[in-house]
């Protein structure tokens, strides 16, 4: 059962767009929730992170929006580059374990 | 290179062959993790280590698998009677202990393993 819940599955934006991609989560137990960015042959390597008492977090050109009431978030991409084309994950933090959404393969086209 | 690392990067072998991993995490952190990560998916947790202790661990893992970490530093997981379904990304990550509900794992670069 997919605790983490992601869309879009794939997503193209031109560059210099920006790049919204949706998380969703049942379980009022997590209570740490990361974004990671994967390219291809490589590991998760983590993009920013916020806790459930922060509405929003913003570092460089990533933003992540939480609603608790909603048991939603999401990430912003503002000015997506080429170099951003990969695929993210979601993750809420249970205890110890990571629990993964599906990702979403980004394409940002030139 | 201070991240995690990862060793073999890949390995191919027969159905029914036993492979092992290893892992070594960022110096100085004492949790350890692996994770299981299958072609458009996302990583899916099997263990966890403090320190050389193996606190928790998923359903995925069965039998034929198991992981040490027997000074607390590098860990290994051990499939035996590998099965095409084993195919898969094995991820690494550490983290330093802090607050719950805080800690970032940090991924390595993983091992893919390929049953024929």
């Known amino acids: 059962q997919q605790q983490v819940k992601q869309s879009p599955q794939s997503l193209i934006v031109q560059k210099g767009g920006i790049s919204i991609i949706n998380c969703a989560y049942e379980?009022?137990?997590?209570?740490?929730f990361p974004w990671y960015q994967q390219f291809p042959g490589k590991g998760p390597a983590l993009l920013i992170a916020?806790?459930?008492?922060?509405s929003e977090k913003k570092e460089g050109r990533f933003t992540i929006s939480f609603n608790k009431s909603a048991k939603q978030f999401s990430l912003h991409i503002m000015d997506s580059q080429p170099g951003d084309s990969a695929t993210y994950f979601c993750?809420?933090?249970?205890?110890?374990?990571?629990?993964f959404g599906k990702g979403t393969s980004l394409l940002v086209t030139p | 290179d201070t991240g995690v690392s990862q060793n073999p990067r890949h390995k191919i072998t027969k159905r029914g062959q036993n492979v092992t991993f290893r892992c070594d995490p960022i110096?100085?952190?004492?949790?350890l993790y692996w994770y299981r990560q299958t072609l458009g998916q996302g990583p899916e947790f099997l263990t966890y280590?403090?320190?050389?202790?193996?606190?928790?661990k998923s359903r995925l893992l069965s039998d034929r698998f198991s992981a040490e970490r027997p000074k607390g530093s590098f860990s290994t997981l051990e499939i035996q009677r590998t099965e095409q379904g084993d195919s898969a990304m094995y991820l690494c990550?550490?983290?330093?202990?802090?607050?719950?509900?805080?800690?970032?794992?940090?991924f390595g670069p993983g091992t893919r393993l390929l049953v024929l």
């Open positions: 990550a550490s983290s330093p202990i802090g607050l719950a509900g805080q800690e970032t794992q940090y």
């Open positions: 379980n009022t137990a997590f209570d740490y």
């Open positions: 916020i806790r459930p008492d922060v």
């Open positions: 993750a809420a933090l249970s205890g110890y374990a990571l629990n």
């Open positions: 110096s100085e952190h004492n949790r």
């Open positions: 280590f403090q320190n050389e202790a193996q606190l928790e």
